[in-house]
């Protein structure tokens, strides 16, 4: 059984940083694409934030967080992280980690979620 588990979310002031990880288990993710996502407040969609790949180490961010956030995986812990700065109150959300097999057309799996609250 899969099972992607996030965790590392809370409530921090504006300009501050904090690291999100996702623990993954239930399989090899050898050929694995695994993402961030986050759902904003009022928001149905998710919102594509980073993605690595399991084995290379290949990333890529979207253009509203490539300077602030950072991807990166420890393959022996199998777990990804997400390091983000200079949080903005635009980045209250639950972010979501998700794994996907590299050319596939969706993320196959998803974790529950964290909150993270950026406050004034």
């Known amino acids: 059984q899969v099972q992607l588990v996030e965790s590392g979310g809370g409530l921090v002031q504006a300009g501050a940083s904090l690291r999100l990880s996702c623990a993954a288990s239930g399989r090899s993710f050898s050929g694995y694409g695994m993402g961030w996502f986050r759902q904003a407040p009022g928001k149905k969609e998710r919102d594509f934030l980073a993605t690595i790949s399991w084995s290379g180490g290949f990333t890529y961010y979207a253009d509203s967080v490539k300077d602030r956030f950072t991807i990166s995986r420890d393959v022996a812990k199998k777990t990804v992280y997400l390091d983000m700065d200079s949080l903005e109150l635009e980045d209250t959300a639950i972010y979501y980690c998700?794994?996907?097999?590299?050319?596939?057309?969706?993320?196959?799996?998803w974790g529950q979620g964290t909150q993270v609250t950026v406050s004034s």
């Open positions: 998700a794994a996907g097999l590299i050319g596939g057309e969706q993320y196959d799996y």
